[in-house]
T-cell receptor, first 109, second 113 residues
Framework: KNEVEQSPQNLTAQEGEFITINCSYS?????LHWLQQHPGGGIVSLFM???GKKKHGRLIATINIQEKHSSLHITASHPRDSAVYIC???????????FGKGTKLSVKP | GAGVSQSPSNKVTEKGKDVELRCDPI?????LYWYRQSLGQGLEFLIY????????KSGLPSDRFSAERTGGSVSTLTIQRTQQEDSAVYLC???????????FGQGTRLTVV
């Protein structure tokens, strides 16, 4: 069974700071998801990546398949980035995703 | 549709009532997944559909939970005799391939009072 660990659990930053959230997993995978959960509960899929790096606006996700590690970066952070960021990896069975416990990010103005 | 659509986005129900949560997957996606996130907990797998059949329903927490999918499209997750511990965000995803290629809906927040 895959185990997904995220760090840090909580993160407070000042507006404009560069943010890094880390995700590691125990079993080799073909792809990994990054999700964003807004304070109201809505969940948005940010990235699905299987290698290298993807960029969307101020968000950058990287993955190293060999090291079983992925990072989510936010450049020039803004208070509207405040949310819980969750990574998820396949759990082994066809329908199962294993989710990290999430990183709660709070960006102060 | 353009993305995975879930309805309602929010639902408040009284303890003991039945609720139905709906998921409209991306058109053509054969695989559909339900997950939930209880308060203070991580997301957990509930059930997986391939077409209209559910080869993996191992995550359903009790027999009060059931799900169906018709026409290889829309899926409904039904919770009977809701309990307060059923309060959670219920998330649906669909895929044209494997779970690693899934697209997520925005979730339904269920509150049982």
């Amino acid at each position: 069974k895959n185990e997904v660990e995220q760090s840090p659990q909580n993160l407070t930053a000042q507006e404009g700071e560069f943010i890094t959230i880390n995700c590691s997993y125990s079993v080799g995978i073909s792809a990994l998801h990054w999700l964003q959960q807004h304070p109201g509960g809505g969940i948005v899929s940010l990235f699905m990546l299987s290698s290298g790096k993807k960029k969307h606006g101020r968000l950058i996700a990287t993955i190293n398949i060999q090291e079983k590690h992925s990072s989510l970066h936010i450049t020039a952070s803004h208070p509207r980035d405040s949310a819980v960021y969750i990574c998820a990896a396949p759990g082994g069975s066809q329908g199962n995703l294993i989710f990290g416990k999430g990183t709660k990010l709070s960006v102060k103005p | 549709g353009a993305g995975v659509s879930q309805s309602p986005s929010n639902k408040v129900t009284e303890k003991g009532k039945d609720v139905e949560l709906r998921c409209d997957p991306i058109s053509g996606h054969t695989a559909l997944y339900w997950y939930r996130q209880s308060l203070g907990q991580g997301l957990e797998f509930l059930i997986y559909f391939q077409g209209n059949s559910a080869p993996d329903k191992s995550g359903l927490p009790s027999d009060r939970f059931s799900a169906e999918r018709t026409g290889g499209s829309v899926s409904t997750l039904t919770i009977q005799r809701t309990q307060q511990e059923d309060s959670a965000v219920y998330l649906c995803a669909s895929s044209g391939g494997t779970v690693t290629e899934a697209f997520f809906g925005q979730g339904t927040r269920l509150t049982v009072v």
